[in-house]
């Protein structure tokens, strides 16, 4: 007698043990790279900024699965239900999770998710519901592993079945183009709205864990106020400048810093920034109150008059905030601080309104 094949196991065991895929399957990353890449065989699709997540199904048994790995079933449960009532029982697809609010995507309630308190995870479910974008397919319709097939094989599998459940309005498609011209045109488009864009293989098999795919990400630019400053470590010289931006009472409010500056330059500058120290730098949000990003040195830093005006590259926003370290551009004497408003600031929008946008 043959025996039952993956997914009939998988379907009656409810386990995603039983699947045909390696334990503890990581997705595939990225590299990042200074533009996209020529020549023929490559797919291209727009980079979303969320929660990458793996998906299992095994009948009744449903698994998200960070980047890392780490379980993400309980911090999404309208997720899980949405997937829940699909009519396909056995699946393992990769996408990103996406709140979007106010037409753009907020990184800021992904992470308001990660909660200890089942209440308050349930209330933001139901407030913000994730959206769930996929992008491959890692098994075959009839349960049989796809990591070792093209992505060509793989995204046909994934249009089968998302044929099957596209009447799901929280799970949505992520579209993509073997033409290079379209792709840089949906970043030259969307201006600050669209992440990036991922370029991969059309041959090529999928590589868990292994940076297999090229990215591009947008770059985005804000002139901000020097609005203090912090020595290095060790050091009397300027380690990074802390950045602000009014909002429309005139309240000058720390989003980040950058520390993009070479050593050469370092006395000098600081001999200018020591010129203009002065109370209170910052007068709305200020550098050591709590948040993610504190450390013990958070509180360490001295305040300066609002005179000095960058401009710095940016990639994400997380609430009012630059996500990570800016790069220094140039110094901005032509602009005025008071200038320097949040309104500048690019956000990216929600999967729907960016498939709208690469239409037209």
Request: charged residues 30%; aromatic residues 8%; neutral net charge.
């Amino acid at each position: 007698m043959r025996p039952p094949d993956k997914k009939t196991q998988a379907q009656k065991t409810g386990s995603t043990a039983a699947l045909p895929l390696p334990p503890n399957l990581l997705p595939m990353e990225a590299k990042l790279v200074d533009r996209l890449p020529a020549g023929d065989g490559w797919q291209y699709e727009p980079k979303w900024d969320g929660f990458r997540c793996l998906v299992f199904r095994a009948g009744a048994e449903i698994e998200l699965r960070s980047r890392s790995g780490r379980g993400l079933t309980r911090f999404f449960p309208e997720v899980r239900s949405m997937l829940e009532a699909l009519p396909e029982r056995t699946f393992v697809l990769d996408g990103e999770l996406a709140i979007a609010q106010d037409d753009a995507l907020s990184f800021d309630a992904l992470q308001l998710r990660l909660h200890p308190a089942a209440s308050r995870i349930n209330k933001l479910a139901a407030e913000t519901p994730a959206t769930y974008v996929v992008f491959d397919c890692l098994l075959d319709a009839r349960g049989r592993s796809l990591l070792e097939a093209p992505l060509t094989k793989r995204r046909r599998a994934l249009e089968a079945f998302y044929a099957k459940v596209s009447n799901e309005p929280r799970l949505w498609l992520s579209p993509y183009t073997h033409d290079r011209a379209e792709a840089e045109a949906w970043l030259e488009k969307s201006g600050g709205a669209l992440d990036g864009v991922v370029a991969k293989r059309a041959d090529a098999p999928y590589r868990p864990g292994e940076r297999a795919m090229l990215k591009v990400k947008q770059i985005r630019t804000a002139d901000c106020v020097v609005g203090g400053f912090r020595y290095e470590q060790g050091s009397r010289y300027v380690g990074s400048l802390l950045l602000g931006l009014y909002d429309d009472e005139g309240r000058l409010h720390h989003v980040g810093y950058t520390s993009s500056i070479s050593n050469a330059e370092r006395p000098e500058l600081t001999r200018r920034l020591e010129a203009l120290m002065s109370p209170p730098g910052f007068t709305g949000d200020a550098p050591g109150g709590p948040s993610r990003w504190s450390t013990e040195r958070t509180g360490e830093w001295e305040p300066l008059r609002p005179e000095l005006v960058v401009e710095v590259a940016y990639d994400h926003l997380t609430g009012n905030r630059f996500r990570h370290g800016t790069r220094l551009l140039r110094w901005r004497p032509d602009k005025a601080p008071k200038q320097c408003t949040f309104d500048q600031l690019e956000r990216e929008l929600s999967p729907h309104l960016i498939e709208e946008l690469l239409e037209h």
